[in-house]
């Protein structure tokens, strides 16, 4: 089975500074999709980013990147230039490639990140 | 228009009751899930429908009854409720067709309080 882990349950950054959440993986499957959402107070569930594993480049959507270690089955989370909006929840997670799976979502525990002024 | 609806958005009922909570997708998509997430805001999948057939079905507790009436629709009933089933739920949508990358739709949750 599938697992994920964030082994940072807290983080905190400096308000335009830089920060990155970590992210693990384990699975046997070669094809399969990885995914960095945002929890605010809200509870809204929000897309970051995604990764798909067959490609080498690292995923980037403007002050967010990713770093994807296929190897290491590490797939990081970079946030530059740090707001105060990005202080929220923020969960890893993995979906399957594979069709028979039903594209459920396998969650890490998430890392809240707080951003001080 | 919200593109996922949940309904009702906060519930709060005594040990024993049955409820449901309902919700709709406008988006077009064939797939629709329930995600559960806990007091330590761990997220977890419970069941999922494709074109209203049951696709995943995980470990959880047979007073959990989903029911896909159409594509649009997935509502969950929870019968005889207990301390333990406080959570907040998720509803979400995706398109599978087509390629597997198609991303998931959220609706905002529905928290569920059972005292």
């Known amino acids: 089975a599938q697992t994920v882990t964030q082994s940072q349950p807290e983080m905190s950054v400096q308000e335009a500074e830089t920060v990155t959440l970590s992210c693990t993986y384990d699975t046997s499957e070669s094809d399969y999709y990885l995914f960095w959402y945002k929890q605010p107070p809200s509870r809204q569930m929000i897309l970051v980013i995604r990764q798909e594993a067959y490609k080498q480049q690292n995923a980037t959507e403007n002050r967010f990147s990713v770093n994807f270690q296929k190897a290491a089955k590490s797939f990081s989370l970079k946030i530059s230039d740090s707001q105060l909006g990005d202080a929220a929840m923020y969960f890893c997670a993995y979906r399957s490639g594979f069709y028979n799976q039903g594209g459920k979502l396998i969650f890490g525990q998430g890392t809240e990140l707080s951003v001080k002024p | 228009d919200t593109a996922v609806s949940q309904t009702p958005k906060y519930l709060v009922t005594q040990m024993g009751n049955d409820k449901s909570i309902k919700c709709e997708q406008n988006l077009g998509h064939d797939t629709m899930y329930w995600y559960k997430q806990d007091s330590k805001k761990f997220l977890k999948i419970m069941f999922s429908?494709?074109?209203?057939?049951?696709?995943i079905n995980e470990t959880v507790p047979n007073r959990f009854s989903p029911k896909s009436p159409d594509k649009a629709h997935l509502n969950l009933h929870i019968n005889s409720l207990e301390l333990g089933d406080s959570a907040v739920y998720f509803c979400?949508?995706?398109?599978?067709?087509?390629?597997?990358?198609?991303?998931?739709?959220f609706g905002s949750g529905t928290r569920l309080t059972v005292v």
């Open positions: 429908y494709n074109n209203k057939e049951l696709i």
């Open positions: 979400a949508s995706r398109k599978s067709t087509g390629g597997a990358n198609y991303g998931y739709t």
